[in-house]
Nanobody, 119 residues
């Protein structure tokens, strides 16, 4: 029902910045979804990086606190992840996720966008 498309990834030097975008389609109630950014490296578990719910309550994993900011623009059906002070360990495939908390079966994922932090 819901399609998610990430963009904004790329190659950046340590200390640099990137802004990831996730555009949602196929829903008229985007504002009701909790949106999250996850990342994954080969052979490692996918981890939650940041999440924002319909009330704009935000969560960040400890490793990105103070560096990353998640935000949403409901008028554009888009969630963003502003990543500053990037470190090599931030290198991963970043995924967008959407969950409507009132519907347990609503769990959607994008295809991912690659972020590589390297000199």
């Amino acid at each position: 029902q819901v399609q998610l498309v990430e963009s904004g990834g790329g190659l950046v030097q340590p200390g640099g910045s990137l802004r990831l975008s996730c555009a949602a389609s196929g829903t008229s109630i985007f504002s009701f979804y909790a949106m999250g950014w996850y990342r994954q490296r080969p052979g490692k578990q996918r981890e939650l990086v940041a999440r924002i719910n319909s009330a704009n309550s935000r969560y960040y994993t400890d490793s990105v606190k103070g560096r990353f900011t998640i935000s949403r623009d409901n008028a554009k059906n888009t969630v963003y992840l502003q990543m500053n002070s990037l470190k090599p360990e931030d290198t991963a495939l970043y995924y967008c996720n959407a969950v409507r908390l009132s519907e347990p079966s609503s769990d959607y994922w994008g295809q991912g966008t690659q972020v590589t932090v390297s000199s």
